[in-house]
């Protein structure tokens, strides 16, 4: 039989295994009217704790003497069911933060007062198994302190089992959120980048970000080993790999952290899977008719030997650019500009047949090669009429010349389309 050694109220006391291990002893009553010495009736133990820390249990024997039994039991419930539903491991922590924040949050509670939750939409974004866990913590708390917490302590709960599980502090999870969630703006800026947050390949780059979120707060990098992979990498998924750097000249701007080869490579795998089945979409770059791309009258475009894409009927004499991106190709004679967007869609433009041979004449550039671009930025200017005039042909094809790269092209279907309107949607392989 387990025997009393310390009382710290009527319903805790401290005892000790037959090994000698010091342990925390709870149960409604189970040191009334009891001494050191006396014996604790094993029908009225409710929960022993055997920490692995003595700080830990120091710490935990404060609290048991401070708040209510109930509320530990609470704690220990909602801990209970993310290790079995989750099969969560957690740091002896969780049994003292929990306990405490769940006896505020109760008392705030009961005195009307209601705390605002500023990550609770990161949290419920990138921790979603934690999130869950708070949720229920809120019935579990509802049945058995018969109060209903605010929707934002689910999230509080949350990140408690966060920290529990990475073993860091509060601060340093709420700066971890914040990294993870810069990150992401970065990626979602990048135009035509569309993430399915649903998806197990964006699980596993949440839980890349986290662990990457931490080493950045550590100022740790991985063991820079990986230039064979990284060459690799860099050759197979040139389109990903300008976003990593990016991200990476972000990081070292913001937090002086230099993301080494190790880490860009794992990034850009982590970003190709999420972006595996992205669509990326191609507006037009100038108003007219749409034109089946095979009804062109030129085969290198007709049979697609440029790429899968449409042509257009101008309407007007202006070229504007169909996505973000860089000048990479430009004729001296102004006809064809093509254009390398920030997702790694290779778009040309071609005003007209033959037009090559005008020499340049009546074409107005207003960019030069290399030039970095915006998504409806004017490009080039063109005598529609002149042009016509000289027995031209001005039907422009737009073309995804890096067709292989991707799973597959669509073309919009209509005919008439205005500068800006989505006329390719590509999808990624």
Not at 38 to 57: A, H, M, R, W, Y
Request: proline letters at 3%; hydrophobic letters at 40%.
């Amino acid at each position: 039989m387990m025997r009393i050694e310390k009382i710290l109220n009527n319903n805790v006391a401290v005892s000790r295994t037959d090994d000698g291990k010091e342990i925390i002893v709870m149960g409604r009553g189970l040191a009334f009217r009891r001494r050191i010495g006396d014996g604790i009736p094993e029908n009225l133990v409710e929960k022993v704790f055997s920490l692995q820390s003595s700080e830990t249990t120091e710490k935990l024997q404060k609290l048991a003497s401070e708040i209510p039994l109930e509320h530990i039991l609470i704690a220990e419930e909602i801990i209970a069911y993310a290790e079995k539903t989750y099969c969560k491991k957690l740091y002896d922590g969780i049994h003292i933060s929990l306990a405490d924040h769940i006896s505020t949050a109760i008392d705030r509670q009961h005195k009307e007062i209601s705390l605002k939750n500023p990550l609770r939409w990161d949290i419920k974004r990138f921790y979603p198994e934690e999130n869950a866990i708070g949720v229920q913590a809120l019935d579990i708390i509802q049945k058995k302190a018969g109060i209903r917490l605010d929707d934002d302590e689910a999230a509080f709960i949350a990140m408690h089992f966060v920290n529990a599980e990475m073993n860091q502090n509060m601060s340093q999870i709420v700066s971890m959120t914040r990294i993870m969630n810069e990150i992401l703006e970065i990626i979602k800026q990048e135009p035509g980048i569309e993430m399915d947050e649903n998806s197990i390949n964006y699980f596993r780059f949440i839980t890349h970000l986290k662990f990457f979120a931490q080493r950045i707060l550590e100022a740790k990098t991985k063991d820079d080993d990986a230039r064979d992979l990284y060459d690799l990498v860099k050759q197979k998924y040139s389109r990903v790999l300008p976003l990593t750097e990016k991200v990476a000249s972000y990081l070292l701007e913001r937090y002086t952290y230099i993301m080494d080869l190790s880490e860009k490579t794992y990034f850009t795998l982590h970003l190709q899977r999420i972006m595996k089945h992205t669509t990326i979409c191609i507006a037009s770059p100038l108003d007219g008719t749409l034109v089946p791309i095979t009804e062109v009258k030129d085969e290198a475009f007709s049979k697609k030997m440029m790429g899968e894409g449409v042509a257009i009927l101008p309407d007007t004499g202006k070229v504007f650019a169909p996505a973000d991106g860089e000048v990479d190709t430009f004729c001296d004679t102004f006809h064809a500009v093509g254009i390398h967007t920030g997702t790694g869609v290779d778009v040309l433009i071609h005003i007209g047949r033959d037009t090559v041979k005008l020499g340049g004449k009546y074409f107005t550039p207003h960019i030069k090669e290399g030039d970095k671009v915006k998504k409806g930025q004017l490009l080039i200017e063109f005598d529609m009429k002149a042009i016509k005039e000289a027995g031209y042909d001005i039907t422009t094809p737009v073309t995804v010349v890096n067709t292989a790269e991707f799973s597959a092209v669509y073309i919009s279907q209509g005919s008439k389309v205005h500068t800006g309107d989505t006329i390719l949607t590509v999808e990624g392989k």
